[in-house]
């Protein structure tokens, strides 16, 4: 069975960085996409960050810039790079992984604080 796990949140100051991961894990043909959501209170998710098999990459507009999404194949795992963080980043974050075989899956979920 498919396991994704998030990990890597914590507590910065704002301008601050951080580097969440995501490994996934159980299927056979591999993840078509792999990427980064997150909800602050009151809100709803949203993409942060996705890569695609293909390696192309697409952000959220308020992250672009400041956030990076890479992957190490090999792994299955992924790594979203959090640089210049502000306070409106505060949110967990929530991995996710995506297979055309039995739809997406989500890990457990990483809070993500910046002080101002």
């Known amino acids: 069975q498919v396991q994704v796990v998030g990990s890597g949140g914590g507590l910065v100051q704002a301008g601050g960085s951080l580097r969440l991961s995501c490994a996934a894990s159980?299927?056979?043909?591999?993840?078509?996409?792999m990427g980064w959501y997150r909800q602050a209170p009151g809100k709803q998710r949203e993409l942060v960050a996705v890569?695609?098999?293909?390696?192309?990459?697409n952000y959220a507009d308020s992250v672009k810039g400041r956030f990076t999404i890479s992957r190490d194949r090999a792994k299955n795992t992924v790594y979203l790079q959090m640089n210049s963080l502000k306070p409106e980043d505060t949110a967990v974050y929530y991995c996710?992984?995506?297979?055309?075989?039995?739809?997406?899956?989500w890990g457990q979920g990483t809070q993500v604080t910046v002080s101002s």
């Open positions: 996710n992984a995506a297979t055309l075989q039995s739809g997406s899956y």
């Open positions: 159980g299927n056979t043909f591999g993840f078509a996409s």
């Open positions: 890569i695609y098999k293909s390696g192309n990459t």
